[in-house]
C-alpha cells in the first residue's frame, strides 16, 4: 500500500497478525503510524516496536521504510493482550468528536486513539487536556 489509509492498513496488519498468533508485523513507516506504535506501547497493547530500515519493493523497484512491532501475548496458550481493534473514521466517512463526547471503550477498559490540535492522543489524556478531535481508532 503506498497510497492510501495507512492508519486502515496498519490495523489490518496488527489484527491479521493478531489472529495468526504471529509476534512480529510490519506496517509501513510514516509521522502517524509511529506515532500509533508509541501509544500502543504506552499503552501496554505490544511489546515494542522499531524503525526498520529501508526495504527495496521489488515490484515497484523503489524503497520504503517499514517499522516492525512485536505483539505481546500472555500464558502458556499465547492468549493475545489485543482482544479487538476496531477503524472508526474512515477516509469517506470522519467522526469527530468534541471533548465532552469523547468515546469510552468497554468501560475504560479499551482505549481510542484521536487525532487532535494537540497530536494523536488517547481517549483519557484528551480529556484531560480538554481536547476533542478525530477517532481513528479503538483497541481493547
Not at 5 to 21: E, G, P, Q, S, Y
Not at 25 to 33: A, E, G, Y
Not at 52 to 78: T, W
Request: no cysteine.
Amino acid at each position: 500500500m503506498i497510497n492510501g489509509d495507512v492508519v486502515a492498513d496498519m490495523i489490518t496488519r496488527i489484527r491479521n497478525a493478531n489472529l495468526r498468533k504471529s509476534t512480529k508485523v510490519d506496517v509501513i513507516h510514516t509521522k502517524l503510524t509511529s506515532n500509533i506504535a508509541n501509544i500502543l506501547k504506552q499503552e501496554g497493547f505490544i511489546e515494542s516496536f522499531e524503525e526498520s530500515g529501508d526495504i527495496l519493493l521489488q515490484e515497484k523497484g523503489m524503497s520504503r521504510k517499514y517499522i516492525s512491532i512485536f505483539l505481546k501475548y500472555k500464558g502458556i496458550k499465547q492468549k493475545p493482550y489485543i482482544t479487538g481493534i476496531k477503524k472508526v473514521s474512515n477516509p469517506g466517512l470522519r467522526v469527530y468528536v468534541n471533548q465532552t463526547k469523547i468515546p469510552r471503550v468497554l468501560g475504560g477498559i479499551g482505549v481510542a486513539v484521536l487525532s487532535t490540535s494537540k497530536g494523536l492522543l488517547t481517549d483519557r489524556v484528551a480529556r484531560v487536556e480538554r481536547v476533542g478531535g478525530e477517532v481513528l481508532f479503538t483497541i481493547w
